[in-house]
């Protein structure tokens, strides 16, 4: 008992000139403090070198036990001392964290992309009687929207006609409006010369100013352009240079499409 006595006293005494040449500097991990009452007394320190002894278990004071490795060592201890000494750091208040009242956050509405450009293909060509007829020339419009169309058309609602909007006379030529800046000086409308059969749409020529309108010997455009207050859809009254094709015979070339199955069976039994 006497031997262990003199071993802590020596520790002790040797612990209180190591503290001496500590600076006074206020420590954040409060090394010994057992009870945690941000203090380290002597008898916190005595339970300590007991520990460092093996004459007491790590369990009474595992404050001084600040690497984990289940031992007290001696710079464990010059902690201590030193948390007596200069005293220890109060630990940080912990933040209050306010929570705001929650909002109920409506996504907003994925928008409907529109359909900026159409670039009609052979296929879209069909027998003209499907289409609607708007006095002398058949309308169709594969984007939906040919009730907006009809309403440009029947002068119900202003141009310019929307995009997807295909229009034909007879079934040799056609334009569509192409939308996407394609051709600004009419409008985006694109001008097509087809071949028709009962086997279907051949695409001649496509273009702009350059498609030239076999029945009147002149680009399209050259005809159409002079009706931009009809968005360059030629009638009889509009300026439009005329082609010289009676009523009848336009609704005869109509009704004899040869992409229309009941034009195609007359062509095989005449």
């Known amino acids: 008992m006497t031997s262990i006595l003199g071993r802590v006293l020596a520790l002790l005494a040797a612990l209180a000139v190591a503290s001496g040449a500590l600076p006074a500097l206020a420590q ?29 278990q790590l369990s009474r004071c595992t404050a001084f036990d600040v690497n984990g490795d289940g031992m007290v060592e001696i710079n464990e201890l010059l902690g201590a001392v030193r948390s007596a000494v200069d005293g220890c750091r109060a630990p940080e208040p912990t933040p209050t964290v306010t929570l705001e009242p929650t909002t109920t956050l409506v996504p907003e509405p994925t928008p409907t992309p529109t359909q900026s450009e159409y670039v009609a293909q052979a296929s879209d060509f069909e027998c003209l009687t499907k289409w609607t007829r708007i006095r002398h020339f058949r309308i169709a419009n594969p ?25 034909q006379l007879v079934p040799q030529e056609a334009m569509v409006k192409r939308g996407g800046g394609f051709f600004p000086d009419a409008h985006d409308w694109e001008f097509f010369l087809l071949s028709a059969s009962s086997s279907g749409t051949e695409i001649v020529q496509r273009g702009r100013g350059e498609v030239v309108n076999p029945l009147a010997g002149v680009p399209c455009f050259t005809c159409h352009g002079a009706a931009p207050q009809t968005d360059f859809v030629c009638e009889t009254n509009n300026g439009c240079v005329p082609l010289n094709l009676s009523v009848d015979l336009i609704t005869l070339l109509q009704n004899r499409d040869p992409r229309c199955p009941a034009a195609a069976a007359v062509a095989a039994h005449p």
């Open 143 to 167: 984007l939906g929207h040919l009730d907006e169309a009809l309403a440009v058309a029947n002068g119900e609602m202003p141009p310019p006609y929307p995009i997807g909007t295909m229009i």
């Open 28 to 56: 954040d991990a409060c090394v010994g403090d057992c009870d945690n009452n941000g203090a380290v007394s002597i008898n916190e320190l005595l339970i300590g070198v007991n520990i460092a002894l093996d004459a007491s």
